[in-house]
């Protein structure tokens, strides 16, 4: 079977980590590429950075912050935020992102998904889905940032993708979102069960039995979060052992 992965985000904004509620009520959660570094030793099996802005304000990714980055961190880390061409996906690999996350651009844009993976492979694209459940109890997506709903179901997107050519799914509850009372299990594991390729749930990680939530009841493949190991409420290794007493599958020989 394989291991279960543990994913710190870094959200930037303007330079700095930053981590809100339901995307908004940002505050300060330090330096990136610090934060990066800390993560590759404390276990991390890998990192996002997901420059929350960019799409929203027409910018692109920070190319400064993933080259330093890449030159501190040694475990694999995707980049997202803005991202809308080839080029600009070349540049990020060039520079040592590992992996990108589309969102607004491949819902503006589906064949988007399907040239990046062509040009690069599958295995580099993540397509990032941000969700809200409706009054109908279906769940809808939503672009920039979660500013603009879709319309379209969350289920019917994660297939498209798949189909389009993205290599895993990041996906992202906004009711969720930093409120720290667990993933939203349903909607993961809707899609985790619909797809055949890995789902990393994120959005609610409130405690050590969220993230076993997540991978049993959820059958999520990675498990992302970010404000209770930028505020130190839990180790990335108290999160590996917890599972591991539970017979989760981890890694653990970054700790040997």
Not at 45 to 60: C, K, P, V
């Amino acid at each position: 079977m394989l291991t279960k992965r543990i994913i710190p985000c870094l959200d930037v904004q303007k330079g700095r980590v930053v981590k809100g509620i339901k995307f908004q009520e940002l505050r300060d959660a330090g330096d990136p590429v610090e934060a990066a570094k800390f993560y590759n030793e404390a276990g991390a099996d890998e990192l996002m950075f997901l420059d929350i802005d960019a799409s929203h304000e027409g910018r692109s990714t920070m190319l400064d912050v993933v080259a330093r980055t890449a030159e501190q961190v040694f475990i694999p880390f995707s980049v997202g935020g803005g991202i809308s061409s080839i080029d600009q996906i070349k540049d990020l690999l060039r520079l040592g992102a590992d992996k990108v996350s589309i969102n607004s651009s491949a819902l503006r844009n589906p064949d988007f998904i399907t040239d990046a993976a062509m040009h690069f492979g599958s295995q580099c694209i993540v397509v990032a889905i941000d969700v809200k459940k409706q009054a109908e109890g279906n769940w809808q997506v939503y672009l920039n940032g979660g500013r603009i709903s879709t319309g379209r179901d969350a289920l019917e997107w994660a297939l498209e993708a798949e189909k389009r050519g993205a290599g895993e799914i990041l996906l992202t509850s906004m009711d969720a979102d930093g409120v720290g009372q667990g993933y939203d299990l349903a909607i993961t594991r809707q899609i985790a069960d619909a797809v055949n390729i890995p789902v990393i749930a994120s959005g609610g990680a409130g405690s050590l039995k969220d993230f076993s939530d997540a991978a049993t009841e959820g059958h999520a493949d990675a498990m992302l979060a970010a404000t209770l190991f930028h505020f130190r409420q839990l180790e990335i290794r108290q999160v590996k052992e917890y599972l591991q007493g539970l017979g989760i599958p981890v890694r653990m020989d970054c700790y040997q």
